[in-house]
């Protein structure tokens, strides 16, 4: 196959999730591939990425590793055989990738768990709420820019609205509602969409109020993202200078454990919905 210019991040792991196989297994590269009858190049071009490897392959090179979790070979040799060019390639060089990695990301979890302090979750965002957070940032951004990262992010919320649409459960603290990011008129819009999301049954959202004082996690922007065997999942943290993507099982066990938290504190959804409700009426 003809080397990847640009891997994706879900490719990558792939290649990653295939050296910690090899790795579990106590086999070399140069090991692997004379058990495969290749050559150790290929064997670490297959793990760095810079060649595709089949669903096929993945399956062999899991035999050679006496891996017996099938439902992980499963979900990787399907990670492999989706060869799918999703929306997001679209703004490959219009948009930093770390942006086109959190697209890419939603579209393929089972299920989304999120977690924010200061800002709306960004599939749940309206397009002038969205509009309004895109233009505070700094430095400013260009006004094409800007109406590209607009347009993706709305793009992003296809999940939530598909046919078999993503399981999402949001945990939004009061200082995030609170925020008139463009004015009450903006702001209200908003509060009455959760409102109106927080109705279907894919969707349910959380509010932590002021009053329940401090929590973990209460400094980070948190996604987490299910796939079809928790050891694919992902944990994906907003930062100033951007995405970051975390997957060991050290990190995926403390995210897993930080949501649980803010989620046993939060308010019910009902009493979340009757919240949001009342900050509308104050308005």
Known sequence: MAPRSTPTARRQRLGAELRKLRERAGMTAAEAARTLGTTQAQISNIEANRFGVSGERVRTLAHIYSCQDTALIDALASMAADRTRGWWEEYREILPSGLLDIAELEHHAS?????????????L??????????QSAVPPLAPPELEHRLSHRIKRQAVIYRDTPTPLHSIVHEAALRMKFGGPKVTRHQLRHLLDMSEHNHITIQVIPFDAGTYPGSGQSICYAEESVPQLDTV???????SVLLDSEAQLGKYRTLLQRMEAIALKPTESRDFIRNIVRAL
């Open 236 to 242: 994906q943290l907003d930062q100033s200078h951007g």
């Open 125 to 134: 965002q309206t397009t002038d709420h969205a509009r309004e957070v895109f």
């Open 111 to 123: 299920r989304l768990r999120t977690a924010y302090t200061a800002h709306i979750p960004g599939l």
